[in-house]
């Protein structure tokens, strides 16, 4: 049996959205969404730009508040935790990368940890192990974000996020400002560390192709509405049939 939001019941739900409003004075940015999204799904949403794909998952790590209704996580209301402690389970990677360019790639990884006090071994083998989980060398660590190409840039964001073991990874148009060939390659390369590692991932995209390459599922947005939530060949339908016309 499926769920509303078309995936299969029993499943545990890890994000679960309950009737979320979020307003901006007259701008209301998210209208009514409920859906829930279950343990080690790769969810992709797209949409047009403001429809609101990343106040959705702002609204997930706690960076914003919902104006109306409730955001759980794990069955937890996050508006009665700690922020700044449910910020710290949940990997968070943007286009922009956001390296600190002061401090040396191994540094840059393991800032959570050491902001969490992990011992410097303990720390040491996080960064030599997500280095090589993302596939760049070792030796990388040594350098500075200044010397590393866009695509290495991206894979480092990529692994600080990982660096405190999350259960969550948001990524917010992580590749979009990549070459195709890099994109390409890091879209396999998420995939592969999402099996490996047994992720819930939520990942923003404006390409339909990169949307139904990675997703488990596919939530389509317009408007501050979901207006499509299921596998790629359900969204496919949609799209044919002329639902999903606001897509580029």
Same mark, same amino acid.
């Given at each position: ?28 940015? =998210? $209208? ?8 080690? +799904? ?27 209704? %409730? ?14 402690? =449910? ?42 192990? =997500? ?15 200044? +010397?590393?190409?866009?695509? %290495? $840039? ?7 996020? =990982? ?23 890091? %879209?396999?390369? &998420? ?18 192709? +990169? ?35 606001? &897509?580029?």
């Amino acid at each position: 049996m499926t769920d509303h939001n078309g995936a299969e019941t029993g499943a545990e739900t890890v994000i679960d959205f309950r009737h979320v409003c979020k307003q901006y004075a007259a701008y209301t940015a =998210l $209208k009514d969404i409920s859906m829930e999204i279950h343990k080690g +799904e790769f969810i992709t949403v797209i949409g047009s730009s403001g429809c609101g794909k990343t106040t959705m998952l702002k609204l997930m790590n706690g960076l914003i508040e919902p104006s109306n209704g %409730q955001v759980f996580i794990n069955g937890v209301n996050i508006a009665e935790i700690d922020q700044i402690a =449910l910020r710290r389970k949940i990997g968070y990677v943007i286009q922009s990368i956001g390296l600190f360019p002061h401090l040396s790639i191994r540094k840059n990884i393991t800032f959570i940890p050491n902001i969490l006090k992990y011992d410097k071994k303990k720390a040491d083998t996080i960064a030599k192990d =997500l280095i090589t989980m993302i596939g760049l060398d070792e030796s990388i660590l040594k350098r500075y974000p200044h +010397e590393l190409s866009g695509g %290495q $840039k991206q894979r480092i964001g990529v692994a600080r996020a =990982l660096a405190a073991s999350p259960e969550i990874l948001l990524m917010d148009e992580p590749f979009g400002a990549l070459d195709e060939i890099t994109r390409n390659k890091l %879209q396999d390369e &998420i995939l592969r560390i999402h099996k490996e590692l047994g992720l819930t991932i939520v990942f923003i995209t404006h390409d339909l192709r +990169e949307a139904t390459k990675l997703g488990d599922r596919i939530i389509v947005m317009n408007a501050g509405e979901i207006t499509s939530f299921g596998t790629a060949e359900e969204i496919h339908e949609d799209f044919s049939h002329g639902t999903l016309s606001f &897509i580029k």
